[in-house]
């Protein structure tokens, strides 16, 4: 006699598609899981790196300063932080003036940096130098385009090492002349070296006091 072949319940055949219904469910949600952790490292990754290119910029900056006869080529006013620089991708096109700032951009605090066009006359730098503190200030809309963001930030401080000591640049040691006419000449002599110290709000890549030291080349290795 032949046997008669046995197929599966409907009972047993509900059973095992609920135990592979289960199974993808928690396989999903292993492999959710792990996009999104990877999509966070990668955030992470990018803020640090972010942060790095922007420190290196601020060096950069600090590096190419260059001081010209009864012209300031260094300013910190409390807001901003101008700077006259030589350009090192094009240094026949002429000087550069910097600024950096922290201003609130869509509800947030953000560290940016500002770059005017090669100067090549006094006149344009001059024009240049102010237009930086205005930046810094109350920008328009057109000086908004030659702004970059860098980081989140709640809040910066400046100081510069002079006499042996960290001062800050706004106190009576070290302001500027108070006619704003023209600067002395100890106004217009640069620091020995200048203290960044940056507040970043929690939740970002780094977060906390991140202080960094910047010593003019001439002077040599920063002292804390």
């Known amino acids: 006699m032949k046997a008669r072949a046995r197929g599966f319940t409907l009972i047993e055949l509900l059973v095992a598609i609920g135990v592979m219904a289960l199974m993808a469910v928690l396989s999903w949600r292993g492999l959710d ?48 932080l101008r700077i006259t620089r030589r350009s090192t991708t094009a240094p026949d096109s002429g000087l550069l003036v910097v600024a950096w700032a922290r201003r609130n951009v869509d509800g947030t605090g953000q560290w940016l940096r500002w770059q005017s066009l090669p100067v090549q006359t006094r006149g344009d730098l001059q024009a240049a130098w102010a237009k930086a503190a205005q930046w810094a200030q109350n920008p328009g809309e057109d000086d908004k385009k030659y702004e970059v963001r860098i980081t989140a930030l709640e809040q910066w401080q400046i100081f510069y090492f002079r006499r042996d000591a960290w001062t800050n640049p706004l106190s009576s040691d070290g302001a500027p002349s108070p006619n704003g006419s023209k600067p002395a000449a100890a106004d217009l002599m640069l620091p020995d070296g200048v203290r960044l110290v940056l507040t970043l709000p929690p939740g970002e890549a780094i977060s906390g006091t991140l202080t960094r030291d910047w010593a003019r080349p001439a002077f040599g290795v920063a002292k804390s």
């Open 33 to 80: 899981g792990m996009t999104r952790a990877q999509a966070q490292l990668q955030q992470r990754a990018d803020g640090v790196l972010t942060l790095q290119a922007g420190l290196a910029q601020w060096a950069a900056d600090l590096d190419a300063l260059v001081q010209l006869p009864q012209t300031p080529a260094l300013d910190w006013d409390g807001r901003g």
